[in-house]
């Protein structure tokens, strides 16, 4: 259980970053990184340039079809973009998802210690203040929160593996490893 609670401190500790990876990847959808007409006209007339080197500027007549397929190639590669912040973007919403999730099922107070700690960046010593207790009392709750915590995920993950026929009690795959999947 001591490793499954180590790997749910990391993960806890990657969620604030995951918070702000989140809100950039819905800015990124929101404004799409595209081609601009400057950037497009920018290209073009450096090609009409080499173009009009040529010997006998064979190259000019064939400048409208050149600047159809650098549209389609930008199109095909700005889609792909978009796709791949989409797919990210779900990735970590899920995890997010689910980690509040299994906070809402603990102690209201396990759960905010938690919070406090992996979402705001609050110290022992300031969420002691907060709550007029002992720094002693928040790291005892939330200790017993990532031990809970850690629970959860075993027995989810448990459940994943009993329906594909591999589970093996106290295994540590049952945990999302940062960076990876729930």
Do not use: W
């Not at 007549?61 to 989409?86: C, F, K, M, Q, W």
Request: with cysteine; proline share 4%.
């Amino acid at each position: 259980m001591e490793k499954n609670t180590a790997t749910i401190r990391d993960y806890l500790r990657a969620c604030r970053r995951n918070q702000q990876l989140i809100a950039i990847l819905h800015y990124e959808l929101e404004h799409p990184a595209h081609v601009s007409s400057g950037e497009m006209i920018e290209v073009l007339s450096y090609g009409h340039h080499e173009y009009e080197t040529m010997p006998n500027s064979q190259g000019v007549e064939n400048l409208p079809a050149v600047a159809l397929s650098y549209r389609e190639r930008t199109d095909v590669i700005n889609e792909g973009i978009r796709r791949e912040v989409a797919t990210q973007l779900i990735e970590l919403e899920n995890k997010q998802e689910r980690i509040d999730y299994y906070l809402n099922l603990l102690h209201v107070r396990e759960a905010e210690v938690i919070r406090f700690t992996y979402f705001d960046g609050l110290s022992t010593e300031e969420i002691a203040d907060k709550y007029g207790i002992s720094p002693r009392t928040v790291r005892n709750r939330r200790t017993k929160a990532i031990r809970h915590l850690a629970e959860l995920f075993e027995y989810a993950a448990s459940l994943q593996q009993q329906f594909s026929g591999t589970y093996m009690p106290g295994s540590a795959e049952v945990l999302p490893q940062p960076g990876r999947g729930i």
